[in-house]
């Protein structure tokens, strides 16, 4: 019912930005929040930032408030992260993920029924 296309990653010096974008085909029920994950090689996969599709209401990764910023546009069905002072920590696959249900804590990536192929990021120091 939902297909997530993730763009904007690539290469970047530390301290740069970069933003993220994940355009939404919605079919059949509304999408009740979005989030963003990542995974690193040999690293489990993280919540980064939810955002509820309602009200645009975010959550973070305690690591990453400050540098980090999350947003939708609804009118578009497109979510954004805004990230800057990268870091070589935060070279990583970077997910899109979407979900139609409540519940469960956002960090966890099996509360969220449909995620996107992902877009990697890379930051050299």
């Known amino acids: 019912q939902v297909q997530l296309v993730e763009s904007g990653g690539g290469s970047v010096q530390a301290g740069g930005s970069l933003r993220l974008s994940c355009a939404a085909s919605?079919?059949?029920?509304?999408?009740?929040?979005m989030a963003w994950f990542r995974q690193a090689p040999g690293k489990v996969r993280e919540g980064v930032a939810v955002?509820?599709?309602?009200?645009?209401?975010?959550a973070y990764a305690d690591s990453l408030k400050g540098r980090f910023t999350i947003s939708r546009d609804n009118a578009e069905n497109t979510l954004y992260l805004q990230m800057n002072s990268l870091k070589p920590e935060d070279t990583a696959m970077y997910y899109c993920?979407?979900?139609?249900?409540?519940?469960?804590?956002?960090?966890?990536?099996?509360?969220?029924?449909?995620w996107g192929q992902g877009t990697q990021v890379t930051v050299s120091s």
């Open positions: 993920a979407a979900r139609q249900s409540y519940g469960g804590r956002w960090y966890s990536p099996q509360i969220y029924e449909y």
């Open positions: 955002i509820a599709i309602s009200d645009g209401s975010p």
């Open positions: 919605i079919y059949g029920s509304v999408v009740t929040y």
